[in-house]
């Protein structure tokens, strides 16, 4: 902008002088050629300022902005101070018989999570943008890794309840082996994985056992159906 407001300027000027010719000889100006000549003159004193009040504003919206991210983050940890405690606190379910409410629960949780880090990454993403340090996130992940274990057994038994059932219960030709038998695998590496991680959690892991143990018992069944 300024180097475009110095070209105007020199045109202005050139326009200037020429006015000043025509007064020399006692040109009479119209009454719209006079202001025209007027507006011509203080227009580049109209950009400059203009232009500066526009970096004002930018300044301040940058600042604005940066705050609103502020407090958003702020907000965020304290999001994470809660999941994490309620990861922290998630070993006191066991209780399979509560599949239903668990298993959306941990759904849920997992859902949470993923947008967490998502979150995280688009705080770290506007600190760039801010020209800030990043904020390190860590955390996020450490609390999904934490939570794995959790979500490994209550989905998976969860999906293995409602597809046992229905397994039982659906005529045989809509039944599909191949996809039987790779859900099986899937739910039984889950919960070998849960029962591992849950070494002293005694409770957990005889949940995820008994659902280990399930799968076993129902496999010699999967060539009659």
């Known amino acids: 902008i300024p180097r475009e407001t110095e070209q105007i300027r020199a045109t202005i000027e050139e ?6 010719v025509l007064d020399e000889f006692a040109f009479q100006l119209s009454d719209e050629q006079f202001a025209d000549k007027w507006d011509a003159y203080g227009w580049p004193r109209k950009i400059e300022n203009t232009v500066t009040e526009v970096e004002e504003q ?4 940058r600042q604005a902005h940066m705050d609103e991210m502020r407090a958003e983050q702020q907000q ?3 999001s994470l101070d809660e999941i994490e405690g309620v990861v922290n606190s998630f070993h006191q379910y066991s209780d399979l018989s509560k599949i239903d409410a668990i ?3 941990v759904r849920d949780k997992v859902q949470k999570l993923k947008e967490y ?3 995280s990454k688009k705080f770290q993403a506007r600190e760039i943008l801010f020209g800030l340090e990043q904020t390190d996130y860590e955390r996020v ?4 890794k934490a939570f794995e274990p959790y979500s490994q057994l209550w989905i998976s038994a969860d999906d293995w309840f409602k597809s046992h059932d229905k397994w039982l219960n659906a005529p045989f030709p809509s ?3 191949e996809q039987m038998e790779r859900d099986l695998q899937d739910w039984w590496r889950n919960v070998f994985k849960a029962s591992k991680a849950f070494a002293e959690l005694p409770e957990c892991k005889e949940a995820a056992e008994r659902i280990k143990s399930e799968i076993d018992e129902f496999k010699p069944v999967m060539p009659i159906l």
């Open 117 to 119: 880090n998502d979150l």
């Open 103 to 105: 298993g959306k629960d």
């Open 76 to 78: 965020f940890e304290y």
């Open 175 to 177: 039944l599909d082996p």
């Open 15 to 20: 326009m200037l002088a020429q006015f000043e």
């Open 58 to 61: 930018i300044v301040k919206d």
């Open 141 to 144: 992940g450490r609390i999904t």
